[in-house]
T-cell receptor, first 112, second 111 residues
């Protein structure tokens, strides 16, 4: 069975500090991977997607970057957090670009 | 600009069959209709998707109008666990990765 793990579960960070969020997929080789962000009370926005190691496409510019260092790992990061980065970050995977996406448990980020 | 239109909310009672409508009058021929649902503090859960034909799975039945300008997600015998925000999303063939979530329709289920 496939499992998706996100870390950390929650994070409180200061404005201007760096951030790194991680996502790992187990039980599925070469998945498509996605990062989403949802502001409190807002709609879910897709930020990045990756179809293979080393390849990441940006969908929405939010002063964030993403990398896929391994087949089963997706990293979201920034060197300087903004207040507007607060929210709920979700990682998701799919078998192909037509298929359904499966979401992880999410990371709740609070920037103060 | 929203490509799908859903009611803001719907109410139901446990055991009922719920019909969740979605209007997509400007749908393109190569666009799939996806349904996801989300409860607070969790990621969305895939429900079903279709292109032209009605589809069914263990969670729901998706009825797609013959002109594809509307669809209805049918949830049989709802339980309290079906309470969620339901999202109807269009995604062009070949770009199924780019899901654009809107506000969705909040389904409330009463005991």
């Amino acid at each position: 069975a496939q499992t998706i793990h996100q870390w950390p579960v929650a994070e409180i960070k200061a404005v201007g500090s760096p951030l790194s969020l991680g996502c790992t997929i187990k039980g599925k080789s070469s998945p498509n991977l996605y990062w989403y962000w949802q502001a409190t009370g807002g709609t879910l926005q897709q930020l990045f997607y990756s179809i293979t190691v080393g390849q990441v496409e940006s969908v929405v510019q939010l002063n964030l970057s993403a990398s896929r260092p391994k087949d089963d790992q997706f990293i979201l990061s920034t060197e300087k957090l903004l207040l507007s980065h607060s929210g709920f970050y979700l990682c998701a995977w799919s078998l192909d670009r037509e298929g359904e996406q499966y979401f992880g448990p999410g990371t709740r980020l609070t920037v103060l | 600009d929203a490509k799908t239109t859903q009611p803001d909310s719907m109410e139901s009672t446990e055991g009922e069959t719920v019909h969740l409508p979605c209007s997509h009058a400007t749908i393109s021929g190569n666009e799939y209709i996806y349904w996801y649902r989300q409860v607070p503090l969790q990621g969305p859960e895939y429900v079903t998707h279709g292109l032209q034909q009605n589809t069914t799975n263990s969670m729901a039945f998706l009825a797609i109008a013959s002109d594809r300008k509307s669809s209805t997600l049918i949830l049989p015998h709802v339980s309290l666990r079906d309470a969620a925000v339901y999202h109807c999303i269009l995604s062009p063939q070949g770009t199924g990765s780019k899901l654009s979530f809107g506000k969705g329709a909040k389904l409330t289920v009463s005991p």
